[in-house]
C-alpha cells in the first residue's frame, strides 16, 4: 500500500503535467491544421519563379471544398523559428536585442488563428524596396513598454537576408504571442517578415479545415502535382501530432508511471481483497455469535471495512513520506514539474481509499450475510 501510494501520486504528478501542457494555451488554434513539406532542393526554381506558383498553389488550395485558409511558411510553430538577429528600434539606440525572424506569407496568422492585436497583416501588395514587418506581443512590450509599435522602424542587423546588411523594416502590425519551437520555454520576441518581399523559398505549407485534416491528404497531393510537377511531397502530419512528437519523454513518463500506477492499484487491490476474505472466512463463527448477541449486519459491514482502511491508513503513514522524497527523483527526470503541489499526493491517498473500499466491499458484504443459526450449529 505504501509503494502504491507513491506509484499513484506519481502518475497523477505526471499525468498532469502532460495534461497541462497538451492544454497550454499556444497561441494558436492547434485543431485541424494539416501540415505539408514540400522539397525545393531539387525542384529547378529560382526565388521569382517559386513564388509565383506558390501563390497559385494557395489559391488553388484554398478552393478545395472543405479548406477553409492556406498558407505557406519556412517553419511550423513547433519547429522552430527560421533565423534570429540584433534588433534595433529607430530613434532608440540603446535598445538593441535578440529576436526570432519568422517568414511567412500573407493569412499565415489567419490559417493558425494567432490574432492580430493591431495594423495589418501581409499582402501580396508589399513589393519593393519599403520593407514590412510584423511583431508580436513580447517584442512590442520589450521595447515600446505602453508605446504603439505601428508605423516605427527596426533595424535587423547581419542576417544575410537581403544585399543591404542591416535592412531596416516598418511595423505594419502586431499579433499575439505563439509558442515555438519548446512548449515549456516562454515566448521569444519575435518578428515576422514577408516571405514574397523577401525572395524567400518557402516550402511549408499549412492549411485549416472545416473537415477531419486526414481527408484532405489525397486531394493536396494532387494539387501540389499538377502546380509545381517538379516539386516532390515531404513529410504529411497533423498540427496536433506535430505537438505531441515535442514532448514525447513527458508522454513516455507518464505512460510508464500509468501503467507502473495501474499495476500497484492491482496488486493492492488483490492482495487486501484476498486478506479480508480469509479473515472473514476464519472469523464466520464469531461472526455469527455477535449477530446472534444482537450486532446489525451494518455492524458487520462497517467492522470489516474499518480493518481495510486502518491497512490504508498505516500504508499512507510509509507511503506518504517516500512520495516526498521521491520528488528529486520526479524533478532529475522532467524539469519543471509542478512538485511542490499537493494536488499529485491528495489524488493518490483519494485513489487508494477507494482501492480499499473496492478491495473490502465483497468481504464485507460477505460478513454482513452470514446466517447466525448456521454459524452456531457449526460451532
Not at 22 to 32: C, E, H, P, S, V
Not at 107 to 135: C, K, W
Not at 176 to 182: I, L, V
Not at 286 to 300: C, H, N, Q, T, Y
Request: hydrophobic share 45%; charged share 15%.
Amino acid at each position: 500500500m505504501a509503494l502504491s501510494t507513491v506509484l499513484l501520486s506519481a502518475t497523477a504528478l505526471f499525468v498532469g503535467y502532460v495534461s497541462n501542457l497538451r492544454n497550454l494555451d499556444l497561441g494558436f488554434r492547434r485543431d485541424n491544421l494539416l501540415l505539408v513539406s514540400l522539397d525545393s532542393s531539387h525542384s529547378g526554381y529560382d526565388s521569382q519563379r517559386w513564388s509565383g506558383l506558390s501563390q497559385q498553389l494557395l489559391a488553388q488550395l484554398e478552393s478545395l471544398p472543405g479548406v477553409r485558409s492556406a498558407t505557406l511558411s519556412e517553419t511550423t510553430p513547433m519547429s522552430g523559428t527560421g533565423a534570429s538577429s540584433m534588433a534595433l528600434v529607430k530613434g532608440h539606440p540603446e535598445n538593441r536585442r535578440e529576436v526570432s525572424i519568422s517568414f511567412v506569407a500573407p493569412n499565415y496568422f489567419r490559417t493558425y488563428g494567432t490574432p492580430l492585436m493591431a495594423g495589418r497583416d501581409f499582402s501580396s501588395s508589399d513589393q519593393g524596396e519599403h520593407l514590412v514587418a510584423i511583431i508580436n506581443q513580447t517584442m512590442a512590450r520589450d521595447y515600446f513598454g505602453a508605446s504603439n509599435p505601428i508605423g516605427s522602424y527596426v533595424t535587423l542587423d547581419h542576417i544575410t537576408l537581403r544585399e543591404d546588411d542591416t535592412p531596416t523594416y516598418e511595423i505594419v502590425g502586431i499579433v499575439g504571442d505563439a509558442k515555438y519551437n519548446d512548449l515549456r520555454q516562454p515566448t521569444p520576441r519575435t518578428i515576422y517578415l514577408s516571405a514574397y518581399q523577401e525572395g524567400r523559398i518557402v516550402s511549408q505549407v499549412t492549411l485549416r479545415t472545416d473537415i477531419d485534416p486526414e481527408a484532405m491528404i489525397s486531394a493536396v497531393r494532387q494539387t501540389v502535382a499538377s502546380v509545381m510537377k517538379t516539386v516532390p511531397i515531404g513529410r504529411v502530419q497533423m498540427m496536433t501530432d506535430q505537438i505531441d512528437a515535442s514532448i514525447v519523454p513527458e508522454r513516455l513518463v507518464a505512460i510508464l508511471s500509468t501503467w507502473f500506477g495501474a499495476l500497484g492499484a492491482l496488486l493492492t487491490a488483490v492482495g487486501l481483497y484476498s486478506l479480508l476474505a480469509y479473515t472473514v472466512a476464519r472469523m464466520t463463527n464469531e461472526i455469527g455469535v455477535r449477530m446472534a448477541l444482537g450486532a446489525k449486519p451494518s455492524d458487520m459491514l462497517w467492522m470489516v471495512l474499518t480493518d481495510a482502511l486502518w491497512m490504508v491508513c498505516l500504508g499512507m503513514l510509509i507511503g506518504i513520506p517516500l512520495t516526498f522524497a521521491s520528488k528529486r527523483l520526479a524533478t532529475a527526470l522532467i524539469d519543471g514539474l509542478p512538485v511542490q503541489s499537493p494536488i499529485p499526493i491528495v489524488v493518490g491517498i483519494a485513489a487508494m481509499i477507494v482501492i480499499a473500499l473496492c478491495a473490502s466491499y465483497l468481504p464485507a458484504r460477505r460478513a454482513s450475510h452470514v446466517d447466525p443459526m448456521v454459524s452456531l450449529r457449526y460451532e
